[in-house]
């Protein structure tokens, strides 16, 4: 008996959730550089807890060195611009740079409801203590 009132009070599993979340994780900007052939897009130095930081290619307008970001690896599924069905990223050339995935805004990844921000901003979660990086996003949120 006791094993069926723990059955039916244990919590559910999150699995879904944390499918959501796949090759999606923890990353910080070392080094902002120009894209040489777009005006609006930078080339983001990140560490992810590899040997080597990556190269993202990004758009936000509030990127800066040292910032806490969320980094969606290949096979991670998000909404572009949060809009649309998902869609699931590779490493990519973006005029002519290549892109090791790519730094998401809330709403691309659906956590626009816990981090809020501006149009063409990207989530920063500089302000969340004890991150590091290359970990999962879901150990945190």
Not at 39 to 59: A, F, H, M, N, R
Not at 121 to 136: A, F, H, M, P, R
């Amino acid at each position: 008996m006791i094993n069926w009132i723990k059955k039916i009070f244990s919590p559910p599993k999150k699995e879904s959730q944390n499918k959501d979340f796949d090759n999606i994780i923890i990353g910080k900007i070392t080094e902002l550089k120009e894209h040489s052939n777009a005006d609006k897009l930078q080339l983001v130095v990140t560490d992810i807890g590899q040997p080597e930081p990556v190269q993202i290619v990004c758009g936000g307008t509030n990127l800066k060195e040292g910032m806490f970001v969320v980094v969606g690896l290949p096979g991670a599924k998000v909404k572009w611009h949060g809009e649309g069905e998902p869609v699931v990223l590779e490493e990519a050339k973006i005029r002519g740079e290549k892109s090791f995935g790519m730094i998401c805004a809330s709403n691309e990844i659906g956590i626009e409801d816990k981090f809020p921000c501006g149009e063409m901003e990207i989530t920063d979660l500089s302000n969340i203590s004890n991150l590091k990086v290359g970990k999962s996003l879901t150990e945190y949120i």
